[in-house]
């Protein structure tokens, strides 16, 4: 038995994850970010000992913990970015070795998302696979032979921050045209904003959000798009349309055997998938040569724990 | 030994290689492209045979051929495509196991670079090296732990089509964006030739070139540049720019080792090196993490006969 830990912004979830990936106990708790780093360390190590007490195990009978975060870690597990917790240069592994003498291993959280996904999710198998997690940022997770791939200084992956045209708005990191101010749920929301603020073009979304901008979301967008709402549907190809750009740098890098989206926008699944496809199709290099497969991610936000405990395989 | 085999639109070089990835005889043909693919094949056959017999060895003594192309070949070295010499499913290799009983290998011509330069070049030992060939287009290889790379379908490495802007003009293979129409030897002539035309501006390079625009290119540009003239440095920033866009994109996939920069354009050597450096480092997504080094391809057009050479080992 593995412990997958996930620890997020808004909480941390933990699971006892058997060898075949499965999730057999898990607990959640708020991670009350604004807190010291070793307040919520604290908090990880109870959880992780309730877990174990629950499940009827002793401290011995884990082979290994793992950690998805949102942010960066080195290869000894240590955090060196963490925005959303504010942590920077925080030993993760260390801290979690004084109670529990066992393997740990700390990495991104798209990262282990993509480590679950290749073990048992979207893209079982595959001998290559790279996840894309469209959230109100864009993760990104390589995988080579069933191990996670960060690259030689570990900065690698960050499929995000790929630059893939010019945008109206500049990133967060600095850049412009960044993957992820293109085909985020922010990205879809700034947009279609955007749109609304500068014409009077009638729209479902109009009635949908009643005047308050602050209550568009990319559930929204999309729900509007499906019922032919032709503002929406503006929104949503222009989505695709760079969603699809970066999918093919991808595979013109690193072609891998399957792509994988994932996160709150690929809860639009099929009507999603089929545009991102056929618009992925007019982008390929070699036309009449096969790519590698593109589809939505299974394991949602369970993803996480599952990744994160099969780090330690 | 081994036999590296160059097949260039315009000539056919070949060279016997030792273990250390030096040549120890070279020869060179003309490819006269227009021939029937069996007839090129033949002269490679031949040339071959020549290498072996002025160098004092039989047929069983030689190891392996490698073949660098121009184009696209699948794992069992048949040639899916080759532009230049207008092949398109040729099984080169078999054919020249007709002659030669030894292991045939057939690989894209930047990457098989791209391993001579990992293997005893400007990206030597490293655990992860790209070369950009900046020609009149981009080749893009990619060595991952001393092998090649170039994807699950094999159509991966080709760096040189990731789209990173919007340009104001399309690339040949349909695209708008992709990297070599920003950062070739090409994409700088029909820049500088845009802003000539376009303005009334002084410079140097309309001396240079006495008004015939066929007479213009990357050379005249650059030591245009390095001179101090103004339209040219504007173009050369462009080049800079979009080059750094380009090699932070490969930086947030993958994450090499290092990255060497090859082909006409990097004769500007260590001038464009610099300012590639610190061009990069403006876009880096994590400012005080280190990335790959950047470097100046070492091997020259000597690299396609070594690295075909060394698909052998």
């Given at each position: 038995m593995y412990i997958g830990v996930d620890l997020g912004g808004t909480n941390i979830a933990a699971g006892i994850v058997n060898d075949s990936g499965e999730i057999m106990l898990e607990m959640s708790i708020p991670t009350l970010s604004e807190r010291a780093a070793d307040a919520i360390i604290d908090d990880i190590k109870s959880l992780i000992l309730n877990l174990i007490k629950e499940f009827g195990l002793?401290?011995?009978?884990?082979k290994g913990i793992g950690i998805g975060i949102p942010g960066l870690a080195d290869a000894d597990g240590n955090?060196?970015?963490?925005v959303n917790l504010g942590w920077n240069d925080v030993p993760l592994t260390s801290k979690l070795k004084q109670e529990f003498d066992v393997p740990v291993f700390v990495d991104n959280d798209a990262t282990v998302a993509a480590l679950a996904e290749n073990f048992c999710?979207?893209?079982?198998?595959?001998e290559s696979g790279v996840l894309l997690t469209l959230g109100t940022g864009i993760g990104g997770g390589i995988v080579f032979g069933g191990k996670v791939y960060s690259g030689f200084n570990r900065v690698g992956s960050e499929i995000g921050h790929m630059v893939i045209g010019d945008n109206f708005y500049d990133c967060n990191c600095g850049k412009n045209g960044c993957l992820e101010t293109f085909a985020s749920s922010t990205a879809i929301i700034k947009y279609t904003k955007k749109l609304l603020e500068e014409t009077n073009e009638e729209s479902l979304i109009r009635d949908k959000i009643n005047g308050d901008?602050?209550?568009?979301n990319a559930k929204i967008i999309f729900d509007c798009a499906k019922a032919g709402d032709s503002l929406a549907e503006k929104s949503v190809r222009r989505l695709v349309k760079y969603l699809a750009i970066g999918i093919e740098n991808v595979i013109s890098l690193i072609d891998p055997q399957v792509i994988a989206i994932g996160g709150g926008v690929s809860n639009a699944g099929q009507y999603l998938l089929d545009m991102v496809i056929k618009e992925v199709e007019k982008y390929k290099n070699y036309k009449e040569l096969p790519i590698g497969k593109i589809v939505i991610a299974k394991l949602g936000n369970k993803a996480g724990i599952i990744g994160a405990a099969m780090l330690c395989k």
């Open positions: 002793s401290k011995n009978e884990i955090v060196i970015h963490c999710g979207a893209m079982r198998g595959a901008m602050g209550k568009l």
